[in-house]
């Protein structure tokens, strides 16, 4: 195995900077800049500490995330912290916080005692963003949609009525009414009725994703390869080096201008694959009214959306 060039540990990275759009923006939880290798020294004085460090009991049983993932659980004076470990060839250790908790991205080479280490140092900030997510889930988190006939459900930023009994066709959708019209029986099984909407909605954002696609790559003047729908628990889109879009499609429940905005800055990355200001420049070149866009995106996390 490779040994790193020197006994320094690694810088800290605070934001997880991936060519992708999460759902809540970067900013949004934007850390310090990524403390550079020299404050990282270990002959440096240790940064305080809230109490003292323990780690996890090795006769406990391990922990396991919802999807399977297992956890870590590391100690920290009166707090137990929980979190998911994954290695890779990156040179910093990277923290993301979402709606599944802490994750953490560290070089293959980087001991575990370097990494609660990194996590002991941030703890303050670790703690906080944690707070701060849990406290908008509590404070966002809508109802489940009712699927029987008269339900409701956002669609391009309007809101469409469920109507059943229709004897025009399987499915018609009369955009001037706002109805949604299926030939299901009035009784019909609500998981039966929900299936019909989400196919409709994953039909539309592929045919609405890939006209405005065109459009702003036009505009641009790059070529993107391929492009799919993404069912992504954390991105709003994503771009790869070689030209492939994936764009979650309940993107479908915002404006079209939301949608634009997305495609912009995922096609902008083909330019630019980085979140410098030279991207954002090359956002603003298409799509003017980013920063509004991306404000409502910030303030419209998942949990938000309704459960389908």
Request: glycine residues 4%; positive net charge.
């Amino acid at each position: 195995m490779q040994k790193p060039p020197s006994r320094q540990r690694p810088a800290v990275a605070l934001d997880n900077l991936q060519l992708d759009l999460p759902f809540a923006d970067a900013p949004a939880f934007a850390a310090p800049a990524s403390l550079a290798p020299s404050s990282m020294n270990p002959s440096a004085t240790p940064a305080p500490l809230l109490g003292d460090i323990t780690s996890a009991d090795p006769a406990a049983p391990p922990l396991h995330a919802p999807d399977g993932t297992r956890l870590r659980r590391f100690v920290l004076g009166q707090q137990t912290l929980e979190y998911r470990l994954k290695r890779s060839s990156r040179r910093t250790i990277g923290f993301t916080i979402d709606g599944t908790g802490l994750a953490i991205t560290a070089p293959r080479w980087v001991t575990l005692t370097d990494i609660e280490s990194a996590i002991a140092e941030k703890q303050k900030w670790i703690f906080r963003k944690l707070t701060e997510w849990q406290t908008r889930v509590e404070q966002r988190a809508l109802p489940r949609i009712d699927w029987k006939d008269g339900a409701q459900f956002p669609y391009l930023g309007k809101t469409i009525s469920v109507s059943l009994g229709s004897t025009r066709s399987a499915l018609y959708f009369d955009a001037e009414s706002s109805v949604l019209s299926l030939a299901l029986p009035a009784l019909a099984d609500p998981q039966q009725i929900k299936d019909r909407v989400q196919g409709w909605l994953q039909t539309e954002a592929k045919r609405i994703f890939g006209d405005r696609l065109v459009v702003y790559a036009e505009r641009l003047g790059v070529e993107f390869r391929a492009y799919a729908l993404s069912s992504a628990a954390t991105r709003w889109g994503s771009c790869s080096s070689d030209g492939k879009i994936r764009l979650n499609w309940r993107l479908i429940h915002f404006p079209l201008s939301i949608i634009d905005y997305v495609v912009a800055h995922e096609l902008a990355h083909l330019r630019e694959m980085n979140h410098s200001p030279r991207f954002w420049e090359t956002v603003e070149s298409i799509f003017p009214e980013f920063r509004e866009a991306r404000h409502t995106l910030k303030h419209h996390p998942p949990e938000m959306l309704p459960a389908l």
